[in-house]
């Protein structure tokens, strides 16, 4: 069986930076009325919101962009919450096109500037991403349909963080744009068979770790699958950072709220160990023009004996990988 441990001890910290947002676009054109199935659409939340009064929306159309695969634990929340939407909602058609994650991300700005834009569109939360289109007023606030279901009792602290975006596109407070609909870890995931094979241990502790990646180097295997050109490398780099951070130093860099010191010590850890691991040959020298997408088949190919990634890899490793 495939065996995944979290990254380092500061994994629960990332947990609350972690989460996907779904977010409303501004309806027009191709959806005819469909901007208000969009705002009663939120119903569908697992949360438990609850049941629309009986009413006729035949010719009513609900557009759901997203990027969940359809076996993802994500994938299949979506396909319950289309159901419940229909139950709750007779005569509303609900329409969803599938995504990846990198359409979205790129082409977001100019999609929800057409005229034939999604209700509603999971991305990525951030001031660059989710915070950009709320400043730039192509998502519609969801401040009165949060409070009226209760959202924000439920997605609170750190996690509402995500949702909320001022008027610069700054998280962590003003409007509600979005509203986190899973929490997701970054994990390393272990090609059990690879390290049997070679006579090693899979790792229990840091010192283990970095010890097993020792090994495989020098039995010529290059252990850690990454990637550069996308957010892979990043994620390595921000998991051996916030095994030194505190609270203090992610509001900083996350909410820019206080002075962030960019030669911090929990910085320069990361970024002096990760090009000690480059140094080492733990991660491929090519890897800086790679995306996320070759690290993925990379090591679901058997090629890499570790990836260290989140767990929306987790249902596709399960399914493609010919491994334990």
């Not at 159901?83 to 100019?110: C, D, L, R, S, W």
């Not at 068979?193 to 840091?206: K, Q, R, S």
């Not at 998991?239 to 860099?253: G, I, P, W, Y």
């Not at 800086?288 to 004996?305: H, K, N």
Request: overall charge negative.
């Amino acid at each position: 069986m495939l065996r995944i441990r979290h990254a380092t001890t500061a994994t629960v910290l990332g947990l609350s930076l972690t989460c996907a947002v779904a977010l409303a676009g501004c309806s027009s054109g191709g959806s005819g009325d469909s901007g208000t199935a969009g705002a009663t659409g939120q119903a569908a939340d697992t949360a438990g919101a609850a049941t629309t009064a009986a009413a006729d929306y035949t010719g009513r159309t609900l557009t759901i962009w997203h990027y969940e695969s359809e076996n993802s634990a994500m994938g299949l929340a979506w396909a319950k919450a289309e159901e419940i939407f229909k139950a709750e909602h007779p005569g509303v058609t609900v329409t969803v096109v599938p995504q990846t994650f990198e359409q979205i991300q790129k082409n977001a700005k100019i999609i929800l500037t057409g005229d034939d834009v999604p209700d509603v569109m999971e991305y990525n939360k951030g001031n660059a991403t989710a915070g950009q289109l709320a400043s730039q007023g192509l998502l519609t606030p969801l401040d009165d349909e949060v409070t009226a279901r209760g959202w924000d009792k439920i997605v609170s602290g750190a996690l509402a963080a995500t949702g909320q975006y001022d008027d610069r596109g700054l998280m962590g407070s003003g409007s509600w744009y979005g509203i986190t609909n899973y929490g997701e870890y970054v994990t390393v995931y272990y090609n059990a068979d690879l390290f049997e094979a070679n006579g090693i241990a899979v790792p229990t502790t840091f010192d283990e770790f970095t010890a097993a990646m020792d090994a495989f180097v020098a039995k010529g295997i290059t252990p850690l699958a990454a990637a550069g050109a996308e957010y892979p490398m990043m994620q390595i780099w921000y998991e051996l950072a916030l095994s030194k951070a505190d609270r203090t130093l992610v509001n900083e860099f996350e909410l820019f709220d206080g002075d962030l010191d960019w030669h911090n010590a929990a910085f320069t850890y990361a970024t002096d160990t990760l090009r000690e691991w480059v140094d080492k040959g733990y991660i491929a020298s090519d890897s800086a023009g790679l995306v996320a997408e070759d690290m993925g088949t990379g090591f679901i190919s058997g090629q890499y004996p570790i990836m260290i990634s989140g767990s929306w890899w987790f249902a596709r490793v399960k399914d493609e990988a010919q491994f334990n």
